[in-house]
């Protein structure tokens, strides 16, 4: 593996600097196709029925050739991420499409509601705050797996980076530019997405939720 | 030799007959026979289940059964549950209370699911209504504790109170206060959905001390486990539970305590709740456990191996709903433990992750099914599938009655074929010939609606997602799914022609929505004109539609079966395409 520098930019927040990811949106295929229409519709209703006569005889509309349309989306689609990072001041979720995955709103509450009682958290499995380990999941973009860390063995953001450069250069992928920079984020309790280093590294600990290395891309 | 004639009988003769005749269909085939028949059916019809609330006026359905004593409604589509349906759509309860409250002196029950109850309602219900005992709002939203409080302090005979997943406006825990000392009635309250605030817990032990019927109770979250011993000693009759939160510093003799009242609950068959367990605490259930048929784990954050702990402990259990935290090795468990399991629900803990966290594959939905024949009901969401896979659950469990698969990532592949899921969903509704209810996900061309329309004769309701090629996808649902009563389409390359084509389809189904898809505006235009006994209504919320070329394809529409014409509560982002191919609003 190509030694590669990944230097972990702990930059100053800007808002909107971890906006506008070129994620594949499937609602962008419909928009495309709004005003691109041939003019069906003056077509007669009877001339419409008479096309599909409901005699049974259905054969004619079943003769399928087992080929594929031309205009089959799927393929030329790419695998849509459906993880995302919005620094949005919205409550809920960000979801990249709407109402997908079909989960009815009071689920998705289940893991992101606070609650006092000491509870273990979707991403952060903490058992007691008091000396033990808190591990936090760690996501690469561009990498499969995800890993954990545990948060207490570290003093600082920079001992942090180190050793999340050690563990993800292994993952890296070849081809990459040498000199990529990568950003460091992290979802605080509320949900929201920030770059790692705008707060002391003690309230960090207490906050972070998810750390995820994302590629920079000015 | 004379024939004694049917109508020779009294009419309270036939009537008793009548009163073993509980099925809506059947009451409707009876009331189908004659005149006189259709007479006295029509007076001695006691339970009514409408299952678009706007198919029909409360007028209509007075008028026609005079004596109801017990009313179902249902309002919103139900992609209303996703965020799909704009706020304000409709499905308001109030007009239906309005009316039955002159008609319907001695209702005693409703049951509502997906609709807007307001306070008002309740306290018209509570009012109206002497006898009322069983109040359901399934999913429902708009009103707040003061609407209940009302219920509590007016209805002296309340057997059932079950919030169910509702949106309530949680006020003040002292509503509870509201049930009075007299009220003994109680057979079952869920208040599960209620939100974290504090809940009068004192009221609640007292009423739960004083109605020694109550079998069901489902507490919130706000109610801590230090409680729940008490509760369950005040109640040692209840047959099903829901805690509240299970998570705490309990001491260790509190922990004894609480798994001595759970055993102290000999009929108890029913557990739910769990949120924020802590797995210290599950063996308190332990003693239960052989008898529990129902289990949900679903609001659990627990792992493995607690999960699989729990679970190799209950042979008798026929429904399991649970998150993906069961993963394959817990599904396998599940699969040696539980022969008589029914039905199976495994959501995703982690839905917007992206990337999958836990070993939950498909492997653990086909161990369960080759473990669990019996399987009737399948809620499964993952994120991968094989055709293979599919084919093993078809043949392992011909009895399912619903199958409903979400791999997470819309038009995923057999990830070892590269292939569509057409041949699999079409084994699953080749074999499984009661299946009522089918939702789609993964990769998938026009072919598996060819299979569904072949094969899925007794299909009631088919949710599609980001799949199919054309219109004849759609075409062979329509034409081929006799029993089909609702259809729920988005994000799918289906246009005006099917739907033209088989437009008097629409009127022998409860409704049809469809969203992101291509169907012309100037096609529901066509359809609101020619078919006066559907309603057909646009849903858009940035401009009028006929703001835009016809053959511009509109994002939502709604069409729905109805005797009474367009509605007249639409808010200003439905419009309904009327007789005279106007848009109305």
Redesign the interface.
Known sequence: MPNMELQLGLALPTPNMIKGFDLNN??LD?LK???C?????KRS?EQ??G??K?DGK?KT??L?SGQ??E????KD?K??????IDDSNDDE????????????????K??N?P?G???????RVADKENGRSIYV?V?MEGV?I?RKVDIRLYLSYQTLSNSLITMFSKDKKCGDDDSTRYILTYQDKEGDWLIAGDIPWQSFMRCVQRLKIIRNRD | MQKKMMYSFPDDVLEHVFSFIQSDKDRNAVSAVCKLWYEIERWCRRKVFIGNCYAVSPRVVIKRFPEVRSIELKGKPHFADFNLVPDGWGGYVLPWIVEMAGAYPCLEEIRLKRMVVTDESLELIAKSFKNFKVLVLFSCEGFSTDGLAAIAAGCKNLRELDLRESEVDDLSGHWLTHFPETCTSLVSLNISCLGSDEVSFSALERLVGRCPNLKSLRLNRAVTLDKIANILRRAPQLVDFGTGNYASELPPDVLLNLAGAFSSCKELKSLSGFWDVVPAYLPALYSVCSRLTSLNLSYATIQNPEIIKLVSRCPSLQRLLVLDYIEDSGLEALASSCKDLQELRVFPSDPFGGEPHVSLTEQGLVTVSLGCPKLQSILYFCHRMTNAALVTIAQSCPNLTRFRLCIIEPKTADYLTLEPLDVGFGAIVEHCKDLRRLSLSGLLTDRVFEYIGTYAKKLEMLSVAFAGDSDLGLHHVLFGCESLRKLEIRDCPFGDKALLANAAKLETMRSLWMSSCTVSFGACKLLGQKMPRLNVEVIDETEPPDSRPESCPVEKFYIYRSVSGPRFDKPPFVWTMDEEGKIMH
């Open positions: 499937h609602r419909h196709q709004r005003g229409f041939s003019n069906k519709s209703f419409a029925f096309n599909f409901q259905t509309l079943l399928w594929p349309n205009e089959e989306d799927h689609q695998k849509t991420t459906f993880s995302t979720e960000v979801e990249q499409v709407v109402g997908w995955p079909p989960i009815k709103t009071w689920r998705k289940i893991f509601q609650n009682v000491g509870g273990i958290e979707n991403n999941k996501k499969a995800t």
